[in-house]
Nanobody, 125 residues
Framework: QVQLVDSGGGLVQAGGSLRLSCAASGLTFRRYVMGWFRRAPGKEREFVACISGGGSTTSYEDSVKGRFTISRDNAKNTVYLQMNSLKPEDTAVYYC??????????????????WGQGTQVTVSS
């Protein structure tokens, strides 16, 4: 069966960096758009970033542009989220997701078929 395993979260001070990883199995990885979403305390889950199947195209939520970078290694069935210049408002549970979706629907959670279990990111001020 399909499995996505998120890892790399933790506690970091404001201005610091973290790198999240998501290892996928049970699917033809390169055929899926891979996304990262997050749920902050008391808020709904929101789109953060995504990357096309071949890795050539990326998209970011406005508040993370220039600070976060999404990448993927199709040989390793893994997607990454490099997070720099972290802010307290980035505190959330981060989830990776795999979607057999068109690029036009890339930010819509309903278009993603599989989800990781989530990894906690806490940024202290």
């Amino acid at each position: 069966q399909v499995q996505l395993v998120d890892s790399g979260g933790g506690l970091v001070q404001a201005g610091g960096s973290l790198r999240l990883s998501c290892a996928a199995s049970g699917l033809t990885f390169r055929r899926y758009v891979m996304g990262w979403f997050r749920r902050a305390p008391g808020k709904e889950r929101e789109f953060v970033a995504c990357i096309s199947g071949g890795g050539s195209t990326t998209s970011y939520e406005d508040s993370v542009k220039g600070r976060f970078t999404i990448s993927r290694d199709n040989a390793k069935n893994t997607v990454y989220l490099q997070m720099n210049s972290l802010k307290p408002e980035d505190t959330a549970v981060y989830y990776c997701a795999a979607g057999a979706t068109s690029w036009g629907s890339r930010t819509s959670q309903s278009q993603y078929n599989y989800w990781g279990q989530g990894t906690q990111v806490t940024v202290s001020s």
